[in-house]
């Protein structure tokens, strides 16, 4: 199920079902968080349902508030909404398992599609922080809608502002979001264009437990952390691919604090650190900035280990990588695409048919099955599609 298709999904949906949508995904967090009195979720889980009783309209009953509550957990997104869509990517999507866990879906829906999400337990205080900060750099309008921010604005937001700051500025700080999502707040007092940019807020109640947290050893962030009814933890990336590469653990009470074991392919498991002193990027940021640059500060490390120059996002973020060999005349540009987007590739090129000329659009390993089409797209701009791996023979043949 691939993260574009459910956005795409959703603005398929008419306003009664998108109205629907935003209704159960605040419940949905609602009922998965512990954060906050149990009073004010009941209260809101009531404003909810009204809000999803009046999105059915007159002709359709809508369920009442106790079915309600049982059918957000293990229905399928699109069984919930009014008229129920059909053939829609969110047939394939839940927002709580059946006992009640979140999906990796439901805080990305809450973020990319609801007017109401910054109301909710866990994310809803990532969500304000977005808000404000989005706010604070004059990309969102005081009183303005809260609603549905897209990657794109997000990035253009936090990319500009620090642009302001110089190029080398917006390399390194462009750079720590990518390689420390979570820093001491020691270390954020020495980065002045960071602690200007305010990026980096108090780590998440949902993404800690007991006053610690986890990293997740892929991408350096805090784990979501879901307390069972046994009492253990369930840990999990909010990234269902690094879940899956193993960053899935479970810790459990024991007489010297907690004991922290693997749920997945990989043995070792991380440290427990405490959240006092610490910041993070909030989820959306983490989304939108840590994530698709994990590829790119990978590649450039590969890349400089043998032996060639690496630039990270020169000429104002023209590209991704500007790389040269010592003495050789020949340079790749590269632009990394962490997801198989053949539709955005061809966009791209449309837009700028001129520019395109010898570059290297560089796609991640496994997504090595995407070539063929990804090719048919760029053919006659001049520009290539190769993998991380082939991309670093090349360089090194070269
Ligand atoms: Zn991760």
């Known amino acids: 199920m691939s993260v574009v298709a459910a956005a795409a999904a959703v603005q398929e949906l008419d306003e009664d079902q998108r109205a629907a949508l935003d209704a159960c995904v605040v419940a949905a967090l609602a009922l998965s968080s512990v954060e906050g009195e149990a009073r004010d979720r009941v209260r809101l889980l009531m404003e909810c349902h009204g809000r999803y009783v009046r999105s059915f309209g007159v002709l359709e009953p809508a369920p009442p508030f106790k079915v309600f509550l049982e059918r957000l957990r293990g229905s399928r997104v699109a069984d919930l909404l009014p008229g129920r869509p059909r053939k829609s990517a969110l047939g394939e999507l839940w927002l709580l398992d059946a006992d009640g866990a979140p999906s990796s879906a439901l805080n990305r829906i809450a973020v990319e599609a609801t007017e109401h999400g910054h109301q909710a337990p866990g994310i809803g205080a990532d969500i304000r922080h977005l808000h404000s900060l989005l706010r604070a750099v004059g990309m969102l309008s005081e009183g303005a809608g809260l609603s549905r921010v897209c990657g794109e604005t997000v990035q253009h937001a936090v990319f500009r502002t620090l642009r302001a700051a110089g190029s080398d500025a917006y390399t390194q700080g462009r750079e720590a979001m990518v390689r420390t999502p979570v820093l001491t707040r020691r ?212």
Not at 189 to 216: D, M
Not at 275 to 293: C, Q
Not at 297 to 308: F, K, P, Q, T, Y
Request: proline residues 7%; charged residues 25%.
């Open 187 to 398: 270390e954020l007092s020495r980065n002045a264009a960071l602690t200007e940019l305010g990026a980096y807020t108090g780590i998440s109640p949902t993404r800690q437990f007991s006053g610690v947290w986890a990293a997740c050893p892929t991408c350096g962030w805090t784990i979501r952390a879901a307390y069972r009814p046994s009492g253990a933890v369930d840990l999990e990336c909010e990234d269902e691919r690094h879940s899956v590469l193993g960053a899935r653990y479970r810790a459990e009470p024991a007489a010297d604090g907690w004991r922290l074991t693997a749920r997945g392919e990989l043995r070792g498991v991380p440290k427990l650190v405490p959240v006092e002193g610490r910041v993070a990027l909030p989820y959306a940021l983490w989304l939108w900035v840590t994530l698709p640059g994990l590829l790119e500060v990978e590649l450039r490390d590969r890349l400089v280990g043998s032996g060639a120059q690496v630039r990270l996002w020169p000429f104002g973020d023209a590209y991704d990588l500007h790389v040269a060999r010592p003495g050789r005349s020949r340079v790749w540009r590269v632009d990394v695409k962490t997801w198989a987007d053949p539709y955005g590739l061809a966009q791209k090129l449309r837009e700028d048919p001129e520019g395109f000329d010898g570059m290297c659009f560089v796609v991640p390993e496994h997504l090595r099955g995407y070539l063929p089409l990804l090719r048919r797209e760029v053919r006659g701009s001049g520009a290539r599609v190769l993998t991380d791996t082939d991309l670093v023979a090349e360089v090194e043949g070269a």
